[in-house]
């Protein structure tokens, strides 16, 4: 099993409603990962996990919540959003190596939309 | 930190003919450059990486060239067929950034039958 799985697969909401991405890997990667994707540019870098720990956070406004609860899942939890924070919100999973990169495995992402 | 360059932006071949992707970094410490494809509306798959230990990695139509000392690594596809059309993206990683990956800009390869 090499997969990453992300839900809701759409999101639709309005800028005052809370709402939670699921991410969920079954492939004993110690390191997970959130993206965010506008159309045609790269994936822009936004939480690291490293053993359910954060470890990098890339100066993300706080309206974007992460959580790990546990080795498999990772949570994004959004409240307030903007307009701007429409995207595709991927989620990734690698081996962690203290000495040595590893590659990492993406989800089909999640495709928000604000209103 | 890392910068990572990426050209071209766009690239149309015709069906069969070869294709090569090109980027540059900046941090002489990164060691691991993976290359991710990805279709429109699906996730960036993996298609090949190499180490810094490593000049050339092969697979099947797909290769990859790195030359530490000019900071620069390529893609090549040869036999380009309909289903090579994406967009590729670089990346590179250092060990000072634990996994942390710094993408180029993305190439949008189109293959013409």
């Known amino acids: 099993d090499t997969e990453v799985t992300q839900t809701p697969k759409h999101l639709v909401m309005g800028m005052t409603n809370k709402k939670s991405l699921k991410c969920e890997q079954h492939m004993g990667h110690r390191a997970m990962y959130w993206y965010k994707q506008k159309a045609k540019k790269p994936p822009e870098l936004m939480f690291v996990?490293?053993?359910?720990?954060?470890?990098i956070n890339e100066s993300v406004p706080s309206r974007f919540s992460p959580e790990c609860p546990n080795s498999s899942l990772l949570n994004l939890h959004l409240h307030a959003l903007q307009p701007e924070d429409s995207a595709l919100y991927l989620c990734a999973s690698s081996p962690y190596s203290a000495d040595s990169n590893q590659p990492q495995h993406f989800g089909d992402g999640t495709r928000l939309s604000i209103l | 930190g890392e910068n990572v360059e990426q050209h071209p932006s766009t690239l149309s071949v015709q069906e069969g003919d070869s294709a090569v992707i090109k980027c540059t970094y900046s941090d002489s410490a990164s060691n691991y450059f993976p290359w991710y494809k990805q279709e429109l509306g699906k996730r960036p798959q993996l298609i090949i990486d190499i180490r810094s230990n490593v000049g050339e990695k092969k697979d099947q139509r797909i290769a990859v060239t790195l030359n530490k000392t000019a900071k620069h690594f390529s893609l090549h596809i040869t036999e380009t067929q309909p289903e090579d059309s994406a967009v590729y993206f670089c990346a590179a990683s250092s060990p000072n950034t634990g996994n942390q990956f710094y993408f180029g800009t993305g190439t949008s390869l189109t293959v013409i039958p």
């Open positions: 996990y490293s053993y359910e720990k954060l470890s």
